[in-house]
């Protein structure tokens, strides 16, 4: 498609649909007209509700039990262990006693497979930058079994309340709340073995959550956000152990937020290399976003869509620290 027709026709498609016209231009680019249609569509669908099971407070059996008896339908998510969708038949899902107990974590099924992603292991030193409200925080302890050291950082004082409300709510006692700048972690007298960046990001992905996003945010937030980005994903690989791991993640779709980020980040650090997913989910990352190369391990990142995958928008990237990288001219 021609640039002066791509232009007619993301400002028709965004007239119709309630978009601004750059959003719908770029979908365009990235996808073509039929894909993004159906992208459109799918952003108009409910997401299915996602729980995981808390098992630093009780067993996958007796949960699911007490669950159903309630008349909550469960179903697996077959590339996560403790993860279910679960159909709450109207009622609200923190309402029920065990929610409030901290047996379950209601929680999207992107943000549990960014954890799972990072695979955090007993006795390990785990940061969670931009920590709040601590879905992801509770579930990396509950891996660990409440082994190692989790370090949770979340600047906003008010999100704070959350993180430590949930904190508490699940059981999770090895971890270490922190009010800081993720910007500005390399004083903090520990080294991780994994990180988790879940990074602030534009939200560009949550439309279907969220039917504001389709006008909230304008492409100099989300270069704003990719500034942001790129600073905290810096300040991460200088902290992170030789041979340690870390997953890159945002609730964007935009590749100025993903790709673009990890791909500078990797020209300003050798040291730093994308490691192959082994999970079957998502679809493979863009090398090529609007036509402009990328490093091609880019692949092996993984992007959630609406319409292909049933979820909110959202994007994962595993990196490792290569050994001896500091021995390095």
């Not at 709040?132 to 008010?158: C, F, L, Y």
């Not at 500005?184 to 602030?200: E, H």
Request: a negative charge; charged letters at 25%.
């Amino acid at each position: 498609m021609a640039k002066k027709e791509l232009r007619q026709r993301a400002k028709e498609l965004a007239k119709e649909y309630g978009y601004l016209q750059y959003m719908l231009e770029r979908y365009l680019s990235l996808w073509g007209e039929e894909e993004t249609l159906r992208f459109i569509e799918a952003c108009e669908q409910p997401i299915r509700t996602a729980i995981r099971i808390n098992t630093l407070k009780t067993s996958p059996e007796t949960i699911m039990k007490r669950l159903q008896t309630k008349g909550v339908i469960l179903e697996e998510i077959p590339w996560l262990i403790e993860g279910l969708y679960a159909d709450f038949k109207g009622f609200s899902p923190g309402a029920l006693l065990e929610h409030m107990l901290g047996f379950y974590y209601v929680q999207g099924v992107p943000s549990m497979t960014a954890v799972d992603v990072l695979d955090p292991q007993l006795g390990e030193t785990v940061f969670d930058l931009a920590a709040a409200p601590g879905g992801k925080t509770t579930h990396i302890a509950q891996m660990m079994q409440n082994t190692g050291m989790v370090i949770a950082i979340e600047q906003d004082r008010q999100r704070m309340i959350s993180l430590n409300s949930n904190i508490i709510r699940c059981g999770a006692t090895n971890t270490l709340v922190l009010r800081s700048d993720a910007k500005k972690v390399d004083d903090l007298p520990f080294t991780p073995d994994k990180i988790l960046l879940d990074a602030p990001c534009s939200g560009e992905g949550l439309i279907p959550l969220d039917p504001t996003r389709k006008t909230s945010k304008s492409m100099a937030d989300i270069r704003f956000c990719a500034t942001r980005e790129d600073e905290m994903l810096e300040a991460a690989v200088n902290i992170l152990v030789e041979g340690g791991i870390m997953v890159y993640s945002t609730c964007s779709i935009a590749p100025e937020e993903n790709e673009f980020v990890v791909d500078d980040v990797l020209k300003r650090h050798p040291e730093m290399e994308i490691v192959n997913i082994s999970t079957e989910f998502g679809s493979p990352g863009y090398s090529e976003p609007y036509g402009i190369k990328l490093n091609k391990s880019l692949k092996l990142a993984r992007r959630f869509l609406p319409h292909l995958h049933g979820t909110e928008g959202f994007f994962i990237c595993k990196m490792k620290k290569k050994e001896g990288s500091n021995n390095e001219d």
